[in-house]
């Protein structure tokens, strides 16, 4: 069998998402119909403008079916497993970031509440610290492709540049993830 | 209350710039804020140019949100925010071709055509020469750009006003939109499922009705989606993947990261400006016809003014000079003038239609609607009676770049020459504290955890982009175009009395439409290489 050239395999995807976002998502999905009548006039919808962008996605997927291009760049193997890599780095950093400091001022703040110890040292920082340190640290390990005490002060020197840039100057800034928690 | 002229606007709006709030003293003359923070923006913009990997995009996405929280939220706000911003958009044009002598690396995309005459000249111990020339070209070209953009922005804005109404101003928008779609990268197709993937994100959970539409029950899209989080995350962040990406593959083919040596240094004499000027005049014409069309990019404007140069060069050379791509200083100004005289047209179409040409004025759009009190667009241009304060601002703004070029042109160079070790700063090291540092802007912004996973989604998108070869630019400018495009259009419709073909009544309107399909129909009839 014929393999799929990138740019029609990119033009059938892009085909097939802009009729499940017109036919499925944007009926299933909105309000109103694409044009509707109120009060004896007639007012514009809110399905119209998606379906709009759906017919822009739908309009390019059939360009890029005819169009002629001799070559057309897709993901190589290597291209996935590095952005999988760094979703993966940002997934769980941004986790920890998020649930260190609730976790640990479960554990060791004698069950206070977190939200009430947001914006109080050390709690403010223990997660921006732990969640943006590692993710600091895990991209420079990987694209070196070894993790290096260099690696870990850089991380640990820039989390700190960043508090003293955004933290320690103004009283209504809020690191991540105090200002929602 | 008497007339306001022309000419009381453009006063207003250099008092407002230079007797605003006052930072300090020097000699007994008072420093305004907004002149300070322009010139802190310049220097900024100059770093961030002059350093690999980072540009006048990340050096915005990171200060804005600092520059928020120090403003705050009022109309005082408004001239030291732009102003900043438009001292970084001119300080990374000078920058960009620091790493691009020295060390063959082009700090920002459109710096890429001054490696192949500055290399070449830095090699053969005259760096600092080319340093200058470049210094020289680029300014000079952006001056006579921002005169362009001084004197037709507002002429532009009056005539949209008196000859555009709501059907009109539609079908120009979505001329803008298709025209950005059309041109911009390599494709018409991909350029189109750009804008198109940037309209649909915009449009989550918006709308007027009671449901946010699109969001699927769901608290979080409900919302919508941060404007800053899609803009940054698709430009900054993706492309941050995409560099880091490239050091990977560098470390697993070779086992190490590559890092540039330093060269050589010599004068820039007025035999040289002579030499180099009709080079920097030619090609600021360029630059600044393409950069008054939305969505180009200096990238373009520097390939084209090359090329002009080249076949100039190729006639104009003494036997024994060296040729274009083999150290010509004029090779250097001639993309230098071309790549500079975008930035200030680029805002021609910011200032007089409210349609972003490039990045730089995406990021002006947004510092103005977060602070409020300044819509860009035909609208501010009204010369009314009654005090217009939208209009002081616009010509404040235009101070602020004279300001801007005025420094370029006397600290600007000195502080470019003395950057070069910036280039020595290993990548792999910057980039992921520039993406934490980014998240965390994203976050002091929108103060919740929602905008930066939206920020990281939206960069993995970007860098998924970037390997398709689809250009983030139409993305970027269909997501803070698209509002608009549904609020003009729902009131065309009303005011039409529900008529479904308004957009094609009014001769105007039918043009524009007409030229909408037409500039898509022949651009994937052509297709092009290059991609910004």
Redesign the interface.
Known sequence: MRKLSAGTALGLGCIAFALGVAFVWIPLDTGSWLVERSRGRYVVGDSLAPMLAAAFVLIAGVMLLFERRADSNRPSRDNLIFIGTMTGFGIVSLLLMRWVGPVAAAILAGGEEYRLLRDTVPWKYTGFVVGGGSLIFAMIAFVEERPSWRALWIALGAVAAIIILYDLPFDDVLLPPNGDV | MTDLGVRDYILLGIQAVFAGPEAFSLLGLPISITVLMVTFGLILGIVVGATPGLGSVIGMAISLP?LI??FGFNADALLPVLGFLIGVMKGSTVGGAVPAILFNTPGTPDAFMTTLDGYPMAQAGKARKALKISHFSSVSADTFSDIVLIVCAPFLAILVEAYLDLPEKTALLILSLSFI?AVVG?????G??S???G??AV?IGT?????P????GTTALSDGIPITAAVIGILVIGAI?AE??E???Q??RTGR?DVAKDVGDQRLHWSDIRQILPYISRSALIGTVIGALPGIGSTLAATIGYATGKRLHARRKAPGDPGFGEGAPEGIAATEAANSSVSGANLIPVLSLGIPGNTAAVFLILAADSIGGFNPGPAVFKFSTELNPELVIAFGLFTTMIIANTLNWTVGGALMRSLGVLVRIPK??L???V???T???L??QE???SA??FG?GFG?LG??MK???ISPLPFVI?FVL?GR??AT??QA??AT??D?FFLLKSPIAAIFILGAVAV?YFS?RK?KAATP
């Open positions: 600092i929280s120090v779609a390599g494709s018409a197709a991909k189109l499922l804008c198109g993937l309209l649909l449009y709308g007027e009705d009671f449901y539409r699109l969001s699927m993947f880091l990406e050091l990977w593959h470390s697993r990261i792999q090291h980039l992921p504290v993406l934490l540092l998240l965390a802007s976050y002091v103060t919740a955890m930066v996973w990281f993995i860098y998924f390997r398709f070869e269909g698209g495009l549904e259009a729902r419709f009303s009395g529900g479904p898509v994937f297709p």
